[in-house]
């Protein structure tokens, strides 16, 4: 089929029309323009198709965050304290981030951080367990690279390196003992309060 010039001017204005409300005006313009000048071009074919690339939208950028369903979880948690319900969006988006990438319930990182530290940051107990979770660094420095790698108060190494350890204490222990355990520095800690373990899983919802 041979078609005039005047044809493909047509079609091309016909499709412009189509994609006029998905384009801001100087786009939709500036594609007629275009169209419109091709006719009798030999090198129509190919202006063509650039031509209709052009009057396609750009496929919208796409940001990953963390589930929303985790961040809620430990909102949630940290609800029940009053210093943790003030906590910022980021440390919020922080422990779910580093209890999924550990492998371990938002739910159970949200209550230990409630439980051990109260939310604060620079905590330190009469053992010496330090930050948001508590870690022991004379416990736990061969394992983690405490000195160097990772400073416990900084939110984000402190929540990384008791994630972890909660995570391996739990998957050794099943999710009772793990956590009674982590409490006990990773021993089978008789003499350890007896409701800390209660406190975390109901916090949590998991008893």
């Not at 940001?63 to 929303?68: G, L, R, S, V």
């Not at 000195?147 to 390196?161: P, Q, S």
């Not at 008791?162 to 990773?186: D, K, N």
Request: glycine content about 8%; overall charge negative; charged content about 20%.
């Amino acid at each position: 089929m041979n078609l005039k010039p005047s044809d493909v001017v047509v079609g091309l204005v016909i499709a412009a029309v189509l994609v006029a409300g998905t384009l801001g005006v100087t786009q939709y313009v500036s594609a007629m323009s275009h169209a419109t000048s091709y006719a009798g071009d030999p090198d129509m074919d190919a202006r063509q198709q650039s031509v209709l690339r052009g009057l396609i939208p750009p496929a919208p950028s796409v940001e990953f965050t963390p589930n929303h369903s985790t961040i809620a979880e430990v909102a949630e948690v940290f609800r029940h304290s009053e210093r943790c319900a003030e906590a910022d969006p980021e440390f919020i988006g922080l422990v779910a981030q580093e209890a999924v990438s550990a492998g371990i319930d938002p739910r159970m990182l949200a209550a230990t951080v409630v439980v051990e530290s109260g939310c604060r940051q620079y905590a330190i107990s009469s053992r010496g367990a330090v930050g948001y979770m508590q870690v022991m660094p004379r416990v736990w420095k061969n394992r983690y690279d405490i000195a160097g790698e990772y400073n416990l108060f900084n939110d984000r190494d402190n929540v990384h390196v008791g994630a972890a350890i909660l995570a391996q204490l739990v998957q050794a222990y099943g999710v009772r003992e793990g956590v009674r355990r982590y409490q006990g520095m990773g021993e089978d800690c008789r003499t350890c309060d007896s409701g800390y373990t209660a406190k975390i899983l109901t916090l949590a919802e998991l008893r």
